[in-house]
């Protein structure tokens, strides 16, 4: 027996990253290279857990 919601989230995550991926585009689309750059820096579904080199050079 599976207890409640069990096995239904695999299927959420994958409409999650499929919408994720058409708003890329979109977005690429829209803003060109300039949204290519800024999706390079920044993480897409987790934030940061560590301080990046650029964010370390700042505080020195």
Not at 7 to 17: A, I, Q
Request: glycine share 10%; no cysteine; hydrophobic share 25%.
């Amino acid at each position: 027996m599976m207890s409640h919601g069990h096995g239904t989230h695999g299927g959420h995550n994958e409409n999650t990253v499929r919408l994720a991926r058409q708003e890329e585009r979109e977005a690429i689309a829209e803003f060109g290279d300039a949204y290519v750059r800024y999706a390079k820096k920044t993480p897409a579904f987790f934030p940061y857990t560590r301080p990046s080199q650029h964010q370390i050079g700042k505080h020195e």
